[in-house]
T-cell receptor
Framework: GQNIDQPTEMTATEGAIVQINCTYQ??????LFWYQQHAGEAPTFLSY??LDGLEEKGRFSSFLSRSKGYSYLLLKELQMKDSASYLC??????????WGAGTKLIIKP | NAGVTQTPKFQVLKTGQSMTLQCAQD?????MSWYRQDPGMGLRLIHY???????DQGEVPNGYNVSRSTTEDFPLRLLSAAPSQTSVYFC???????????????FGAGSRLTVL
């Protein structure tokens, strides 16, 4: 079957760095997305990885290892507005997106 | 650009009633889709369309119908509402469905539906 494993909830301090890990199993692979979803709002796109390595975009970076079925999202200089759920979304060989419940990140002052 | 527009934002129905959730996008996206999101669960795909005149079922299609007569519009119809359909519904679109980097989804703001 296809599945995603992320921590349900994480807590971090404002100004710190946090890494949200994701392991996945899919039928084939066509890339992996990270989305951010604030409570009561729609998901918004953060990053896309299709090749191994690190993609950096401002305070956010995303890493992919296809051989390990592993990705992480790294958030630096945390701000209160980063309190949200972070969704790791791999895409299988049929370009279907596999959605899990995501990781709820709580930022404390 | 408005992006993806969903209406209504909130709706309360009685069991057995029917209704249509509207979705429109102005980005000339080929691919459109409907998801439902329930507490503690990931998004579940209801129906999707890869272009005008083409629709297909997703993971949880029962009780829902869709049509795609134009590129811009993709309404979701609840035929006979049931309490199990109480959920938040999101419409989403992307430029393409089968080109990896072009699959970035733009979501509407969501429609919160309660069925009594």
């Amino acid at each position: 079957g296809q599945n995603i494993d992320q921590p349900t909830e994480m807590t971090a301090t404002e100004g710190a760095i946090v890494q949200i890990n994701c392991t996945y199993q899919t039928s084939g692979f066509n890339g992996l997305f990270w989305y951010q979803q604030h409570a009561g709002e729609a998901p918004t796109f953060l990053s896309y990885n299709v090749l191994d390595g690190l993609e950096e975009k401002g305070r956010f970076s995303s890493f992919l290892s296809r051989s390990k079925g592993y990705s992480y999202l790294l958030l630096k200089e945390l701000q209160m507005k980063d309190s949200a759920s972070y969704l790791c979304v791999p895409m299988d060989s049929n370009y279907q997106l596999i959605w899990g419940a995501g990781t709820k990140l709580i930022i404390k002052p | 650009n408005a992006g993806v527009t969903q209406t209504p934002k909130f709706q309360v129905l009685k069991t057995g009633q029917s209704m249509t959730l509207q979705c429109a996008q102005d980005m000339n996206h080929e691919y459109m889709s409907w998801y439902r999101q329930d507490p503690g669960m990931g998004l579940r795909l209801i129906h999707y369309s890869v272009g005008a005149g083409i629709t297909d079922q997703g993971e949880v299609p029962n009780g829902y119908n869709v049509s795609r007569s134009t590129t811009e519009d993709f309404p979701l119809r609840l035929l006979s509402a049931a309490p199990s359909q109480t959920s938040v519904y999101f419409c989403a679109s992307s430029y393409s469905h089968s080109s990896s980097g072009a699959n970035v989804l733009t979501f509407g703001a969501g429609s919160r539906l309660t069925v009594l």
